[in-house]
């Protein structure tokens, strides 16, 4: 089977498990509360504590994958991600639960950006998005089964079986790991940023950290707020240190290309709104509308169909359209689409929520892909590791302040009560897709030809870019 093939389906065998994850647990946030004695919206930390590790532990995997080598590294942060899945189905108490999740997101920020390097390093720039749209599509089969399995599992038998379910796909993926990928690693290592490692880490666990504490307590107390200025204070130290250091843990100067920068700016607003459905919608079924888990899920399973199907096709509407028009346009469309879940009534006919569901789906599909490759559009291998780890973290980074800012839209929109009414979510989805929507200003600064060559509109035989810049 040709490289451009097995790679990323191997690949996907770590985004499956990670979107299995995460799709299910959401589903299944008001009996983990139950089961806990926690408030439902307090279990939002459930998953922006799996984020916040994520993103904190992140910018250390391009540098770790190239000292170690990628497949090493991806192996034990699959075995890692794994035994982090094992001790979740253990926790007795809300604070374990959170622990085991930090777990689960180290190894996670190991495991996804790592199979993303050594993809987009094995592959050649000219195939690169239809070897991303292969390797997406098994990772599909995550989201689409995430919410009926999550919620047939909690309905019938323990939520703990959610995590557990994980254990199979990862020993599987270890093994098809060893035998198939090549050790792909960067020659010209650069010295390990100690400094800017504890100070981005600080900066982005006490930055989100103090404002996920504020949402949990809906009030400003002072170690919050304390938590919060320094985290503030170490990034903009970190700021300040990444201009001086020769080989920053965060290349900072990548946002200096047109393309890339793109793909952060307008790509972390977009996901700061969409990256809050899967958290919000579950929770209006089930705290709305009285659907139960398994019910829910089957709904919520039709956004991933239509992500299914696009993926198929994403490729040749670039060709047609190019990126710059898709981004824009297309994610105007998919904002649209998330904001009309505020119009949901328990009334509402099932088949046409789902129908809504589904369609948002597919110009999501597409959105993320567009966004995912135009990174990659002018970045040359030397910079890959450091493209990828920078890409992840901004997009763990966006979807859980997503959660957190739709929490916190919940908290006060539901005003202390402690059954959420159907308006506060109706509201807060028409906030969310007014905020995914302006990311669109973003891509308005892409010119016209950018990501030409990725889209298939331009042949160029070298198989580098040239540059653009807006």
Known sequence: MERRVVVPLIVAFALLMQNLDSTAIVTSLPLIAASLQEPTLRLHMVVTGYMLAFATALPISGWVADRYGARQV????????????????????????????????????????????????????????????????????????????????????????????????GALGIILVTKYIEDVRETDLRPFDRKGFILSGLGLAGTLFGIDTVISKNAFDPFSVAIFLGGLIALLLYVRHARKAEHPILDLTLLKIATFRASITGGSIFRMGVGANPFL????????????????????????????????????????????????????????????????????????????????????????????????????????????????????????????????????????QPKIPVEAFQMAFFLIGLLSATASFSFLRLAPEAGAVLAGRAAIGSGRTRSFHS
Not at 95 to 112: D, N, P, S, T
Not at 148 to 169: K, Q, Y
Not at 288 to 296: E, R, V
Request: proline letters at 4%; hydrophobic letters at 55%; one cysteine or more.
């Open 74 to 169: 991806f192996r034990i942060a699959m075995a890692i991600f794994t035994i982090g899945s094992i001790l979740c189905g253990w926790a007795n108490s809300f604070e374990e639960l959170i622990f085991y999740r930090i777990v689960q997101g180290i190894g996670g920020a190991l495991m996804v950006p790592v199979g993303r390097l050594i993809l987009v390093r094995s592959v050649p720039k000219s195939e690169l998005v239809a070897a991303m749209a292969l390797m997406g599509m098994p990772t599909i089969i995550g989201p689409l089964l995430g919410p009926v399995v999550g919620g047939l599992i909690a309905t019938v038998s323990s939520w703990r079986w959610i995590f557990w379910i994980n254990v199979p796909i």
């Open 281 to 416: 919608l579950p929770l209006m079924l089930q705290e709305g509308f009285g659907y139960s888990p398994f019910q829910s899920g089957l709904v919520t399973c039709a956004s991933a169909a239509g992500a299914f199907g696009m993926r198929t096709v994403a490729r040749r509407i670039l060709r047609r359209f190019g990126f710059r028009h898709v981004l824009v346009w297309n994610g105007i469309i998919a904002s649209m689409m998330l904001a009309s879940c505020g119009f949901f009534q328990s009334n509402t006919p099932t088949v046409l929520m789902m129908g809504v569901i589904f369609m948002g789906g597919v110009f999501r599909s597409l959105e993320f892909t567009s966004i995912s490759a135009i990174a990659f559009a002018e970045i040359e291998s030397p910079q890959m590791s450091h493209a990828t780890s920078f890409q992840q973290m901004a997009q763990r980074l966006a979807m859980s302040f997503g959660v957190a800012v739709s929490a916190f839209f919940l908290h006060q929109l539901s005003d202390g």
